[in-house]
């Protein structure tokens, strides 16, 4: 995602009734929020919330919370919002936060979650990244505090080596696959009801096949 330091982004992430304000005093009660006791389903880094709003707007009975670190990129889905607000169509069940993944365990409580998805998320290149790369082993555990033991992590990217990395994590973390494709939009079975983020949209009309996991523990 490339960052702008947006003027007023700020201002506008922290007077928005879209976005979880002071998200930890919520923790174990995220529902009420929304208020019904729905399932939470929530992206992690999900850029400007195409993926998530449409998911929202097709899945009424889903509660969707969409975490972004920069508030430069949450604007975007803010100012979509807004604008399906004007028109009546903005989805009731979708709310959004403006934080870091890796204090994720301070807001959300004990299966708290009921699905998590990761869509390209950024590749971190340098080893000595590797914990940053929010399908690594480190960020799998932290998912352990909030998703509920049933619960599922679907990750989608066109970054070949992100994804053989995320698979190898799998063990040392206690999850396993589920499911897996390296061409996810000719996998009938996967691809089906597949919503495309902004980047899968950028990245497959270039050609790139998408992989997807479907991971539990
Ligand atoms: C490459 S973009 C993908 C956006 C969207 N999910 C999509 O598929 O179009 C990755 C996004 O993750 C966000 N991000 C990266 N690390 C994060 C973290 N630790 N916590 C929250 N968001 C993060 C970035 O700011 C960026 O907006």
Redesign the pocket.
């Known amino acids: 995602?490339r960052?702008r330091n947006i003027p007023g982004a700020q201002e506008a992430v922290e007077n928005s009734p879209y976005v979880i304000h002071e998200p930890e005093k919520k923790k174990g009660n995220m529902r009420e929020v929304f208020g019904n006791q729905n399932p939470i389903h929530i992206?992690?880094?999900?850029?400007?919330g195409?993926?998530l709003t449409e998911m929202a707007k097709q899945n009424p009975q889903i509660n969707y919370i969409g975490?972004?670190?920069?508030s430069s990129?949450l604007l975007r889905a803010l100012q979509k919002m807004d604008a399906l607000q004007e028109k009546q169509e903005a989805p009731g069940n979708l709310r959004f936060m403006c934080?870091?993944?890796?204090k994720l365990s301070e807001v959300f409580a004990q299966d708290e979650i009921d699905k998590i998805y990761l869509?390209?998320?950024?590749p971190w290149p340098k080893d000595r990244h590797a914990k940053?790369r929010?399908p690594s082993k480190e960020f799998l555990k932290l998912y352990d505090t909030f998703l509920k033991k049933d619960g599922t992590v679907e990750f989608?990217t066109d970054n070949r080596g992100l994804f053989d990395f995320a698979i190898e994590e799998l063990p040392q973390a206690g999850w396993e696959a589920k499911a897996i494709t390296y061409d996810l939009h000719h996998d009938t079975v996967l691809n089906e009801g597949n919503v495309m983020?902004?980047?899968?949209e950028k990245f497959s009309a270039k050609g790139n096949p998408i992989c997807k996991y479907i991971i539990c523990r």
């Open positions: 995602m960052l992206e992690i880094g999900m850029g400007k195409q993926f975490i972004e670190l920069y990129v934080i870091d993944a890796r869509n390209f998320s950024d940053r929010l989608k983020t902004e980047y899968e």
